[in-house]
């Protein structure tokens, strides 16, 4: 199990029985990370950035904490921009999909990070995705839609697109 740990900018890899297997200290310019997965390289994919973060990304990091390879940027709304990445999927073949909470979106980008379309637009969510689970085998991408009520999120809705 790997766990994001935000203010000290480290990814913490634990065994199934609760026991740290190791320490990935991540590079200072690595702001909030929110979401981690281990890639079958070895290596580390990350989103990265909260809502008071000017840079927005989703990097490769090598198992020394270095970055391999990156996608974003400053905080935004294009292409090539994201406002609040909070979690990522990789398929088989090494896609990644993101959540773009603030941007009400899911974006696709290639295994080298470069970005190909959204999955997952803002007209067909009603309010705001944070979490979603990639079906491989099914080839589907179910999206918790979720409303920001009274301080909190809930999930008013599940989104599936077929991927």
Not at 86 to 103: E, I, K
Not at 118 to 141: G, I, S
Request: charged share 25%.
């Amino acid at each position: 199990m790997l766990v994001s740990c935000i203010n000290v900018r480290k990814i913490k890899e634990f065994s199934t029985d609760g026991e740290l297997l190791q320490t990935v200290d991540l590079s200072q310019d690595v702001l909030s990370p929110g979401h981690a997965i281990q890639l079958c390289s070895g290596e580390y994919i990350v989103c990265h950035g909260s809502v008071r973060d000017p840079v927005h990304r989703v990097r490769v990091i090598g198992s020394d904490g270095q970055v391999v390879k990156s996608y974003g940027g400053l905080k935004g709304s294009d292409s090539q921009q994201m406002d609040v990445p909070a979690h990522l999927a990789v398929d088989r073949n090494g896609f990644v999909f993101v959540v773009d909470v603030n941007n009400c979106r899911v974006l696709l980008l290639s295994p080298a990070l470069i970005y190909i379309r959204e999955v997952v637009t803002r007209e067909q969510l009603k309010w705001k995705p944070v979490r979603f689970h990639l079906d491989v085998d099914a080839q589907r991408l179910y999206v918790a839609d979720n409303e920001y009520k009274d301080g909190k999120y809930r999930v008013g809705r599940v989104v599936v697109v077929s991927v």
